[in-house]
């Protein structure tokens, strides 16, 4: 009876082990987890739990220094990165055609781009990089912010010192029009606003929003000049050690990620700016986009020639599908 007892008692622990079994998945994005990147890992960490079963567990986490992320998925010590494509340029050098200013319509157009071909073509120069590229998600269209003076015109610009990301496109952008583009890693961002290293930055109205940026910024002007994809991008070690089955289940909860954040921005860019104004801040609305475009036209044949001319007018050529 001993006997039998024992085995019955080894028997199930052995089919309670690979039921507790956990493999660990960290997903870090660079903003409050009541942002649109918080929406889209969260629609993720739900969909990919509950169709493995548990066997996976994501943790998310807060890293809003992005570079360094993206360099700890490259060697393995983070398994996924979800934020913009700003700094991504750096390690993916295609990915930077997607920086020049005006180059996208509206949404419907920067999202069916990144959605057809052209997008999924892009993913896969992220391989070669040490990196996979999962999935397109959303930052939004990039807007100016000062604590200087309205902006009303590319001459408004002149002067002002003005956070961009480590990335190339934009600097030379932000030089055109006049503006000291300072490179600066996100984290760095609200301590240099605060002690004036910085009289201004540029980001999608849902940044702008969660991080509370108009406490240390008074003038919002809708610009526009940029549109700022955001990526999944995970270590490919770590793909490679899923199962077939588990690895589609991961890229179909990407895909809920990528609905849930576009959602999230798409609810921010309707109630964003009325929240901003109601907080305190003067919002330029009226922004004569073919004066800036104009003021940029001297920098934008230098620009473009360091990029894929082929593929940037296939993304200005398309159109969805009749």
């Known amino acids: 009876m001993f006997r039998r007892t024992l085995a019955a008692a080894g028997l199930a622990t052995m089919l309670a082990g690979p039921a507790l079994a956990q493999t660990q998945l960290t997903i870090q994005h660079p903003l409050p987890l ?78 069916g781009v990144l959605d057809s071909e052209i997008g999924q073509q892009l993913l896969t120069r992220f391989q ?23 902006v009303n015109a590319p001459a408004d610009m002149r002067g002002l010192k003005v956070r961009t990301m480590e990335n190339q496109v934009h600097m030379r952008a932000f030089t055109a029009l006049g503006a000291l583009p300072t490179p600066m890693a996100f984290s760095e961002l609200v301590p240099a606003l605060q002690q004036g290293t910085v009289d201004g930055q540029e980001n999608p ?56 954040n576009r959602d999230r921005v798409s609810a921010d860019e309707a109630s964003g700016v009325e929240e901003l104004r109601r907080r305190g801040m003067t919002v330029v609305t009226q922004v004569d986009n073919a004066a800036f475009q104009q003021a940029l036209s001297s920098s934008a044949g230098q620009i473009e020639q360091q990029l894929d001319r082929a593929l940037l007018q296939r993304i200005r050529d398309w159109r969805p599908a009749q």
Not at 51 to 80: F, H, K, L, M, P
Not at 225 to 246: E, K, T
Request: glycine share 8%.
């Open 128 to 150: 070669p990089r040490g990196l996979v590229g999962v999935a397109w998600l959303e930052n939004g269209f990039r807007h100016l912010t000062n604590s200087r003076r309205e």
């Open 205 to 260: 109205i849902p940044v702008i929003v969660a991080n509370n940026l108009n406490q240390v910024q008074r003038f919002l002007t809708l610009t526009g000049h940029v549109y700022s994809p955001a990526v999944l991008i995970c270590n490919p070690a770590f793909l490679a050690r899923m199962s077939a089955a588990d690895r589609n289940a991961f890229n179909e909860a990407a895909r809920a990620a990528a609905r849930a």
């Open 34 to 111: 009541n942002s649109h990147y918080g929406a889209g890992a969260t629609a993720l960490k739900e969909a990919f739990e509950r169709a493995t079963s548990g066997r996976y567990r994501v943790n998310i986490q807060r890293n809003d220094n992005e570079r360094e992320v993206i360099e700890s998925v490259q060697i393995g010590t983070a398994e996924c990165y979800l934020g913009s494509t700003g700094p991504v340029g750096n390690f993916v050098p295609e990915v930077r055609t997607l920086d020049v200013p005006f180059l996208f319509r509206d949404y419907p157009h920067a999202r």
